[in-house]
Nanobody
Framework: QVQLVGSGGGLVQAGGSLRLSCAAT?????????IGWFRQAPGKEREFVAY???????LYTDSVKDRFTISRDNAKNTAYLQMNSLKPEDTAVYYC????????????????WGQGTQVTVSS
């Protein structure tokens, strides 16, 4: 089992920045975990934002490319999502998730989830 705790959300004006963190505990040493970030806006389905593999290979959804950066510190079992040039349409609850070994970009690919952190971008 892996437990994830996401943090770092808040209220920011358009054009501003936030950095989300995702701390993993539990059996993190038994697999090379992929960490993904997803978001869910009110009335919408949860959508993929980015993932990062153990070897730091990354993938982003098109709408956040060149604005968001996903990273990880394997020694600290923590992943980050640096969000720059935020837009009102980025407003959502952001979730980090983990899956062992293989990449994935749909919510069903990930068995472990953090509790979500609210990001609100005002215009």
């Amino acid at each position: 089992q892996v437990q994830l705790v996401g943090s770092g959300g808040g209220l920011v004006q358009a054009g501003g920045s936030l950095r989300l963190s995702c701390a993993a505990t539990g059996r993190t040493s038994s697999h090379d975990y992929v960490i993904g970030w997803f978001r869910q806006a009110p009335g919408k389905e949860r959508e993929f934002v980015a993932y990062i593999t153990w070897l730091r290979r990354t993938l982003y959804t098109d709408s956040v490319k060149d604005r968001f950066t996903i990273s990880r510190d394997n020694a600290k079992n923590t992943a980050y999502l640096q969000m720059n040039s935020l837009k009102p349409e980025d407003t959502a609850v952001y979730y980090c998730a983990a899956r062992p070994n293989n990449t994935g970009n749909t919510p069903g690919d990930y068995p472990y989830w953090g509790q979500g952190t609210q990001v609100t971008v005002s215009s």
